[in-house]
């Protein structure tokens, strides 16, 4: 009767244990999936080894483009996204960084490869991910790999000046970033450059207008803090993209405003864009 006893105590014991395994990894997967950026039906990842390359996702529309910067890491390299963002000219929602001499060899055929991704899991300290986790890597793969090779666009861009955003040829580019919901969803934005560096305003609308907003007014004016207000529902796509574009928070706003959304780019961020 005792071993008996005994062994159904080792059995509840070990089953509880089990339950409480199950229950942590099942948490952990849903602080993973929860916290995934690939979320909207457009996604911008900017990948970094000896070169430089852009990776533009459309769900929507099934296709993909593929930019190559030759020999342009230092360009975009310890520089935030926000800042590559802006500089661009277009949206980027990631960056995965090579440390150490490891390529992204499929990149040059413009495609996102399994051996790309498969690199990145089994080498996961030689690699930064900003604004990205392990589960956007299978969910960029899944949606490049879903993209027929007759969608996809390999283009090189090659820098013939020091400013990116002034870059012809990337430039006429830049109508294969739009994002169809956020365009037609036709989101009105008022630019308030207080961040004190010249032309930062009218560079930050360029980027918005690339991804289809729709930016009424630049102007320049004083504030210490970056806030973006709106005066339509937060929960709108186009409006949740924004907060995480320039990981500020979205507050609602005065309806007096003359555009739906209005974004200060405050004194606070200046040394983040300068």
């Not at 005792?2 to 942590?24: E, N, P, Q």
């Not at 990948?47 to 529309?61: E, I, P, R, S, V």
């Not at 969608?151 to 013939?160: G, P, R, T």
């Amino acid at each position: 009767m005792r071993k008996d006893s005994a062994s159904k105590l080792i059995f509840i014991f070990l089953s509880i244990v089990g339950i409480l395994a199950f229950l942590s990894l099942s948490y952990k997967a849903y602080l993973v999936i929860a916290d995934s950026s690939f979320k909207d039906s457009t996604f911008n990842v900017l990948f970094l080894d000896d070169d430089a390359y852009l990776l533009h996702l459309d769900k929507l529309q099934t296709k993909a483009i593929v930019i190559k910067f030759p020999s342009q890491r230092r360009s975009f390299l310890n520089k935030t996204r926000l800042r590559n963002s802006i500089e661009l000219g277009i949206p980027i929602d990631g960056m995965i960084v090579a440390k150490k001499k490891l390529s992204f060899e499929n990149l040059n055929q413009g495609l996102l490869g399994f051996a790309d991704i498969l690199k990145v899991y089994l080498n996961a300290y030689d690699f930064e991910l900003v604004d990205l986790n392990h589960y956007d890597l299978l969910k960029i793969y899944l949606a490049s790999e879903s993209i027929s090779k007759n969608d996809k666009l390999m283009a090189e861009a090659i820098q013939d000046s020091d400013d990116l955003s002034k870059n012809e040829k990337l430039s006429k580019l830049k109508d294969n970033f739009r994002d169809r919901e956020i365009f037609n969803d036709k989101t009105t934005i008022e630019v308030v450059n207080a961040t004190g560096i010249d032309g930062m305003g009218g560079m930050a609308s360029n980027m918005l207008t690339t991804l289809g907003y729709n930016v009424l007014s630049i102007r320049t004016e004083e504030y210490k803090d970056s806030r973006i207000t709106t005066k339509i529902e937060n929960s709108s796509p186009s409006i949740a993209r924004l907060g995480k574009l320039l990981n500020l928070r979205v507050d609602k706003g005065p309806e007096a405003a003359i555009a739906d959304v209005v974004i200060i780019l405050g004194s606070d961020i200046a040394t983040t864009l300068n």
